[in-house]
């Protein structure tokens, strides 16, 4: 590892939130992760929580899952609660970095990304939740760049697949790339999907709040990124996509806002040029739009009320038809997930000027990986830290808070993820 771990700092990674339902996912990558002992050194790693015991059993439980019984005995545990600043500037000056797991962000989220600043600890976290991460760049840029911490929001399947996606296809793209419409696609087993209560109320108060985020963007000031090429046409809220042989909607996860926010880093400080994106993902056949419809207008009127948001929150699994639960996704649901995410640009060839006619050349590159909700999540955020701690030389500046984009476009993230079960390719080119 590059990062120096000294007496003061003995850990490289601390796990936070590691009894949570995706914090126990966490803890099984990082010990897998460890494991491996990478060419930069072992790593050093701990987990947090509230509950000593809860963090024991959790231990005890990944010792049987992975067999390696030398969890229990040599995995630290620290005791931290995110009521508790005491305990959060104890935990951070122990790790170089924190993986914080512990959701909804929006509720829980500030005070560990305020105690790893003030306590030079880098931070990370799987937060989908635009309002909480605009609002933390907004609040915390100057602070964590004045100290030299970085923090990354959205280091999960919201939104590393479609953020680097995009870094992926420029990249490979043969001229000028100036738009780009991604499909996500997720294939399920017999069992179905199904995810977990946490996910769930991040999207209640999410939507519920949609009024506030508008407000805090126009705090930002800042100006319309320049529409490069030609603009490209908004589609309706429901068709028929030839691309994935499906109906789509529009995407409303948080990929959108952070890929914009990605590319205007890379506009203001690398002059590259933008490029428009649109996400969709597909819903399935036209039994299956109906009963979204219907149930995203009862959805959208619940949350507007105080008993509407408690119902929703209180009985998740009845609310959203057992797409969501307290108890999460089974192993076997986890199992017969996958995903991919299959993204169509187009642009300009060498040889042509973007500002002149129709874009004249295309790419299609894809993301593929196993179950996004957990699987490809956990992934995402662990070698996100990995590359953090390695490669610190190649993120921007000294510190800030960053999108996943915009932090790592000059490392080998992509590469990590690759020989990690989450697959970048190039599907055609035109």
């Avoid at 105690?115 to 609002?135: K, M, T, W």
């Avoid at 030839?242 to 400080?269: A, C, H, M, N």
């Avoid at 056949?285 to 507007?304: N, T, Y």
């Avoid at 169509?344 to 909700?373: L, W």
């Amino acid at each position: 590892m590059a990062a120096a771990v000294t007496s003061r700092r003995p850990y490289h990674i601390i796990v936070f939130g590691a009894t949570g339902f995706t914090g126990r996912f966490v803890v099984d990558e990082v010990a897998r992760c460890a494991a491996e002992k990478p060419a930069g050194g072992p790593v050093k790693w701990a987990v947090a929580g509230r509950s000593r015991r809860r963090l024991e059993e959790t231990l005890e439980q990944a010792a049987e899952r992975l067999s390696m019984p030398e969890l229990r005995t040599d995995t630290e545990i620290i005791v931290a609660d995110v009521s508790i600043e005491e305990s959060l500037a104890v935990m951070c000056q122990q790790g170089v970095v924190v993986l914080n797991c512990v959701g909804p962000y929006r509720f829980y989220g500030e005070p560990v990304v305020k105690a790893c600043i003030e306590n030079g600890a880098h931070y990370v976290d799987i937060s989908g939740e635009p309002q909480f991460l605009e609002r933390m760049q907004l609040e915390y840029h100057t602070k964590a760049s004045d100290k030299g911490v970085y923090v990354i929001g959205s280091c999960g399947f919201d939104s590393i697949p479609a953020d680097l996606g995009i870094l992926y296809t420029r990249r490979h793209f043969k001229g000028t790339l100036t738009a780009v419409e991604s499909f996500l696609n997720i294939s399920s087993g017999p069992e179905g999907l199904c995810g977990h209560d946490a996910t769930w109320q991040s999207a209640v108060y999410g939507f519920a709040d949609s009024g506030s985020l508008r407000q805090l963007r126009r705090k930002f000031g800042h100006k319309p990124l320049p529409v490069v090429g030609a603009k490209v046409q908004k589609r309706g809220f429901v068709f028929f996509s030839k691309e994935i042989e499906q109906y789509v909607i529009p995407f409303i996860g948080s990929d959108p806002s952070v890929v914009k926010r990605t590319q205007r880093f890379l506009y203001e400080e690398e002059q590259q040029l933008p490029v428009q994106y649109s996400a969709y993902v597909g819903v399935g056949g036209l039994i299956s739009v109906v009963k979204l419809f219907c149930g995203g207008l009862f959805f959208w009127f619940m949350v507007k009320f105080g008993l509407g948001r408690k119902l929703l929150t209180t009985f998740p699994s009845f609310f959203s038809f057992g797409m969501f639960s307290k108890a999460g996704p089974t192993i076997k649901q986890i199992e017969d997930t996958c995903f991919s995410l299959t993204f169509f640009g187009e642009g300009y060839s060498e040889d042509t000027d973007p500002s002149q006619g129709r874009p004249n050349a295309k790419i299609c590159t894809q993301v593929i990986g196993a179950e996004p909700g957990y699987v490809a999540t956990v992934s995402t955020m662990v070698q996100s830290a990995v590359t953090l701690l390695n490669e610190l030389h190649s993120l921007p500046r000294r510190g800030g808070v960053y999108t996943p984009g915009a932090a790592f476009y000059k490392t080998t993230l992509i590469d990590r993820l690759h020989n990690h079960g989450i697959k970048f390719s190039v599907r055609d080119h035109q």
